[in-house]
T-cell receptor
Framework: ETGVTQTPRHLVMGMTNKKSLKCEQH?????MYWYKQSAKKPLELMFV???????ENNSVPSRFSPECPNSSHLFLHLHTLQPEDSALYLC????????????FGEGSRLTVL | GENVEQHPSTLSVQEGDSAVIKCTYS??????FPWYKQELGKRPQLIID?????GEKKDQRIAVTLNKTAKHFSLHITETQPEDSAVYFC?????????????FGKGTHLIIQP
C-alpha cells in the first residue's frame, strides 16, 4: 500500500459513543495533519504533528483527541460528539512542516446522530 | 491571521473554453500559494503552486498568476476537458511554504459542459 490511507472510510456514531479514526502514511514523511472538511467551508486545520510532537492545535474542542504514536500513524479519538461535527475528516502528510505539498488520504466520512 | 477569499463558488464553462478562478489573501507576509484539485469522492491533490518571488507559473494547460501588490492570485485552465471537472481550492501560507501555515479558500466547483 502506498500514499496515505484512512480507516474507516465511513462512520456513523451516536453522541455518546467513543470511536477512533486511523491514518497511516507510507511516504516516509515527518509531518502529519488532521483537517475537517464541511460543505461550503474552507478546509480547517485541526492538528499538526511533526516528528510525533504536536505543533499546532487550532482551538479544537476537547471532544477531539489526536494521537501520533510514530511518524507513520495518526489517530483521531472521538467522544461525545455533536451533530455539527459531522463532516469529512482528512488526514494528510508532508515531508516536514516546512515543505509545501500536502498528500491527503481519501478521508473518513463521519455522521453524528 | 490569514484570510483567503475564493471566487466564484461555482463556475460552468463549455468544453474547450478557458476557466479562471480568483483568490485574494489578507496577510502581506504570505509567500506560498498552492492550488489543490478535488474530484468527486476523491482526495485533494496539489496541481500547481507559486512562490512570491515569481509572478506566473505554467504547467501545460494550467497556469497561476500572482499579484503581490493587490494580494491576489488566479488559476487559469485553458482548453478545458471533462476531466477538469472538480472542486479547486486555493491556499496561502505565511510560514515559508510550511503546510502548517496554510489557509484554504472555500473552493470553486468547476463544471465542464460537453
Amino acid at each position: 500500500e502506498t500514499g496515505v490511507t484512512q480507516t474507516p472510510r465511513h462512520l456513523v456514531m451516536g453522541m455518546t459513543n467513543k470511536k477512533s479514526l486511523k491514518c497511516e502514511q507510507h511516504l516516509g514523511h515527518n509531518a502529519m495533519y488532521w483537517y475537517k472538511q464541511s460543505a461550503k467551508k474552507p478546509l480547517e486545520l485541526m492538528f499538526v504533528y511533526s516528528l510525533e510532537e504536536r505543533v499546532e492545535n487550532n482551538s479544537v474542542p476537547s471532544r477531539f483527541s489526536p494521537e501520533c504514536p510514530n511518524s507513520s500513524h495518526l489517530f483521531l479519538h472521538l467522544h461525545t460528539l455533536q451533530p455539527e461535527d459531522s463532516a469529512l475528516y482528512l488526514c494528510a502528510s508532508s515531508q516536514d512542516p516546512f515543505t509545501g505539498e500536502l498528500f491527503f488520504g481519501e478521508g473518513s466520512r463521519l455522521t453524528v446522530l | 491571521g490569514e484570510n483567503v477569499e475564493q471566487h466564484p463558488s461555482t463556475l460552468s464553462v463549455q468544453e474547450g473554453d478557458s476557466a479562471v478562478i480568483k483568490c485574494t489573501y489578507s496577510d502581506s507576509a504570505s509567500n506560498y500559494f498552492p492550488w489543490y484539485k478535488q474530484e468527486l469522492g476523491k482526495r485533494p491533490q496539489l496541481i500547481i503552486d507559486i512562490r512570491s518571488n515569481v509572478g506566473e507559473k505554467k504547467d501545460q494547460r494550467i497556469a497561476v498568476t500572482l499579484n503581490k501588490t493587490a494580494k491576489h492570485f488566479s488559476l487559469h485552465i485553458t482548453e478545458t476537458q471533462p476531466e477538469d471537472s472538480a472542486v479547486y481550492f486555493c491556499a496561502a501560507s505565511n510560514s515559508g511554504g510550511g503546510a502548517d501555515g496554510l489557509t484554504f479558500g472555500k473552493g470553486t466547483h468547476l463544471i465542464i459542459q460537453p
